[in-house]
DNA sequence: TAGGCCATCTGGTCCT
DNA sequence: AGGACCAGATGGCCTA
């Protein structure tokens, strides 16, 4: 159907341009150049939003597909918006006097509700609700972390890391 | 072998 | 008019 497609329409430029066959297909490999470029330069940028994504990084891992990247950075945003909202929350409190009792020395003081995957690690692996804890966006294509697979081998998860039971049991 | 992912080609549409 | 963007089609590669 494309052949015949494209011969149409070619045939329609030579008509109506008064193309010879050269300059058509010289014109073609212009835009498909331009095209390919544009792909590229696509690909780059996804490259470049992976790289500072929370998980495994690697020649040994497998690269996220596209639209697993596209989805764990929604939810990687969403998870930062939230942290930032509740550090407001806090720094709020704290000039408005309402700040919490203090607490013993040996007690750490408390953590905002960050993420694990907010600190980036080099071996960090992205939790289930960071990949697909949206309830909207539960794609089949993303891999869970503990499955993610390197030409046909799991890749083991980083120690201590990724605590969740399922992260290696629950593999389909 | 089926399904997922990807690159490429292509024609259509919109924008400058 | 030319370029950017988009979506459909197609074929290749890889994995379960």
């Known amino acids: 159907s494309t052949t015949s497609k494209s011969n149409s329409?070619?045939?329609k430029l030579l008509a109506t341009k008064n193309?010879?066959?050269?300059?058509l297909q010289d014109l073609r490999l212009k835009i498909n150049g331009r095209e390919r470029k544009r792909m590229h330069d696509l690909n780059s940028a996804l490259d470049?939003?992976?790289?500072?994504?929370?998980?495994?990084?690697?020649?040994?891992?497998?690269?996220?597909?596209?639209?697993?990247?596209?989805?764990?950075a929604r939810n990687y945003i969403l998870m930062l918006q939230g942290s930032v909202d509740e550090m407001k929350k806090l720094v709020s409190d704290v000039y408005q006097g309402n700040a919490p009792a203090s607490r013993p020395?040996?007690?750490?003081?408390?953590?905002?509700?960050?993420?694990?995957?907010?600190?980036?690690?080099?071996?960090?692996?992205?939790?289930?609700?960071?990949?697909?804890?949206?309830?909207?966006?539960?794609?089949?294509?993303i891999p869970r972390p503990g499955c993610l697979r390197s030409s046909g081998a799991s890749v083991p998860l980083p120690q201590g890391l990724y605590p969740h039971p399922w992260a290696s049991e629950h593999c389909p």
């Open 9 to 11: 329409e070619s045939r």
């Open 19 to 23: 193309l010879s066959e050269d300059e």
């Open 48 to 72: 470049g939003l992976r790289e500072v994504m929370p998980y495994a990084h690697g020649p040994s891992v497998r690269k996220l597909s596209k639209i697993a990247t596209l989805l764990l």
């Open 105 to 141: 020395a040996t007690q750490p003081p408390p953590q905002p509700a960050l993420h694990p995957a907010s600190v980036i690690h080099p071996g960090f692996l992205p939790t289930p609700s960071l990949l697909h804890g949206l309830p909207a966006i539960q794609p089949s294509s």
